[in-house]
Each structure stands twice: as C-alpha cells, then as structure tokens.
C-alpha cells in the first residue's frame, strides 16, 4: 500500500496536503477530539468560541496561554520533516494545516496555509494591532492593547468566526488545481476545511488519509494508510527516496 501511495506521489501533476492536530501528536501536542484527545479537560467547542471568551475572558486566556507554553517548548517529529521533505523535492506544492502551532515552518516547510490562525499571533479586540509573540501572556492580568488599552485575544479562529478569506480563497485555489492530496491527522469533521479533499476528489483527484483512525473522510479516501503520520510518512519518503535513487 506504501509502496503505491509512493509511486502516486510521484505520477502526480500537483500534489497539495491537509493536516490536522494529529500531525503534532507525536510531538507531544494533545488532539482536540478521537483517543488521547482533550486539551486539559475542556473540549474545543467549550472555550474556543467567542461566547466563552465573552462571558469569562480569563479562563480562556489561561488556557491558552498554557497551550502557548507546551506548543512553543514542542518540536517538529517525523511527519513534520517529511512533509518538509517533499516539498523541498519540488513534489509537494502546498502544505494546507488545521494547526494552529508553527512546527511544519519550525521542519522546514515554505508554502503553508494556516487555516485556523496561529498561537504565535494576539490581536486586539478592538483596534488592527496584530503582533507576533516569543513568550505566552503572563495571564492574569488580562493582556491589554498597548495601542488603544482593549483586551487582546489569540490570533486563531473560532468557532462561529469565519476563516482569513485571503488563505481560505488560495486554500480553495490550491485543491482546484490539485490532483492528489493526502489528509493526515484531522478527525475531518470541523468546516470548511473538512470539505478541501472532497473537492479533489470531485475534479477526480487521489485522496490519501493518514490517520490511525476511521474517519468521515474514509469512505471516499482512494487510501487509507492506518498508522500515526510520523511512522507512515517516513516511510512514503523512504520509497520515494529509494524510486528516486
Ligand atoms: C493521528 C495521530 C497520529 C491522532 N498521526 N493521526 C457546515 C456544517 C456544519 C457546521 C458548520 C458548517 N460550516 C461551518 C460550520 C460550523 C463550524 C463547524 O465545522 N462545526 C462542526 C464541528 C460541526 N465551523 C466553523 O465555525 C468555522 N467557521 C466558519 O465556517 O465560518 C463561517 C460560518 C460561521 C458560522 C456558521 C456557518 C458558517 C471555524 C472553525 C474554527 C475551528 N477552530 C478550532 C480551534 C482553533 C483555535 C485553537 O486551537 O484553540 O480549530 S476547533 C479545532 O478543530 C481546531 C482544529 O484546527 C480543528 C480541527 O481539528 P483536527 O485538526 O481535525 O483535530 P482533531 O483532534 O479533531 O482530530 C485529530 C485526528 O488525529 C483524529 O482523527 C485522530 O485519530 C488523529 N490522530 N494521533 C495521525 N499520531
Ligand atoms: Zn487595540
């Protein structure tokens, strides 16, 4: 099946990707959902949305700021490396991502998508004041604009809020165009990112899913490598490598 897959990768015209948090499990980053998934003990829809931000702005902020703190400290693993890997081989074009950490630029990779923001950026509620940040917000105090003294939030997408429309417009060209696209780590259930591989899949594309997991995506997934993304794209890469040499 490996061996396929490899040898797809290489007959393909243009080859994008879609990863989800499962991607950086193996560097020690909980999933949001499916086994050993759960930030803490919230669930996602619990506290990242507006309404809770709302109504308790420091619960929330704590909680991110503890996730800055253990995504900042991780490192790229495998399936990080590897998708890096491929694109450096002039294989892989785009490299679309759910997540909301920095690991696949960390490994090496260039042309990435961030579909839901990134724990890197806090922007002001009120004002445009967007900035990068080193270090997580000592929470509390409630980390305030230095610009215009409203509260700040995480620069990452909600639910209920729509996605950048400039990456989601380039995400949407970039499966247009695709004719293989592998989808590792993502329970595929969360909109509109989801619904990418189908469009793949409709211009009569190769879906490719990487998940140790079934998901609603595998029943029209032309592969379903059952394994974690580290172990299964390391060993994509060995064939390619080993066809190329
Ligand atoms: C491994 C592994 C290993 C483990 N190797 N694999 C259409 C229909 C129904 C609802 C909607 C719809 N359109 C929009 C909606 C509403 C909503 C939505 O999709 N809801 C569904 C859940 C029902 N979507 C939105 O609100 C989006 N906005 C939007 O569409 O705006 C327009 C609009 C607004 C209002 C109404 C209608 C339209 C925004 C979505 C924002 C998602 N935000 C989050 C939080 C980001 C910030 C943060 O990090 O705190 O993004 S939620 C969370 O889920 C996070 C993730 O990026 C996202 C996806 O999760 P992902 O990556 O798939 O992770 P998991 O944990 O779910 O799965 C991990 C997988 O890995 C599992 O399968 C494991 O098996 C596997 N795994 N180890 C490989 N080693
Ligand atoms: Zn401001």
Not at 116 to 137: A, D, M, Q, W, Y
Not at 177 to 202: C, E, F, Y
Not at 208 to 222: F, G, M, Q, R, V
Request: charge should be negative; include cysteine; aromatic fraction near 8%.
């Amino acid at each position: 099946m490996v061996e396929d897959v490899a040898d797809a990768i290489l007959s393909s015209r243009y080859f994008v990707a879609l990863t989800g948090a499962g991607v950086s499990a193996e560097s020690g980053i909980p999933t949001f959902r499916g086994k050993d998934g759960l930030w803490n003990k919230y669930r996602p829809e619990e506290l990242a949305n507006p309404e809770a931000f709302a109504k308790d702005p420091e619960k929330v902020w704590r909680w991110y700021a503890w996730r800055m703190e253990k995504v900042f400290s991780a490192e790229p693993n495998k399936a990080h490396f590897a998708f890096a890997e491929l694109e450096k081989m002039g294989l892989l074009k785009t490299l679309i991502t759910q997540n909301v950490d920095d690991l696949h630029e960390r490994a090496g990779s260039k042309n990435v998508l961030h579909l839901h923001g990134s724990l890197r950026v806090v922007k002001c509620t009120t004002c445009k004041n967007s900035f990068e940040i080193e270090n997580p917000p000592a929470v509390p105090p409630l980390p305030k604009c230095e610009k215009c003294g409203s509260l700040l939030r995480p620069g990452v997408v909600w639910f209920g809020e729509m996605l950048p429309p400039d990456i989601l417009e380039r995400a949407f060209r970039e499966v247009e165009v695709a004719d293989l696209i592998i989808v590792a780590g993502t329970s595929a259930v969360v909109q509109p990112a989801a619904s990418l591989p189908l469009i793949v899949k409709r211009h009569g594309g190769i879906v490719i899913e990487i998940n140790p997991a079934e998901t609603p995506l595998s029943s029209i997934a032309d592969y379903s490598l059952r394994g974690k993304a580290g172990e299964v794209m390391e060993e994509i890469l060995q064939w390619i490598r080993k066809v190329l040499s």
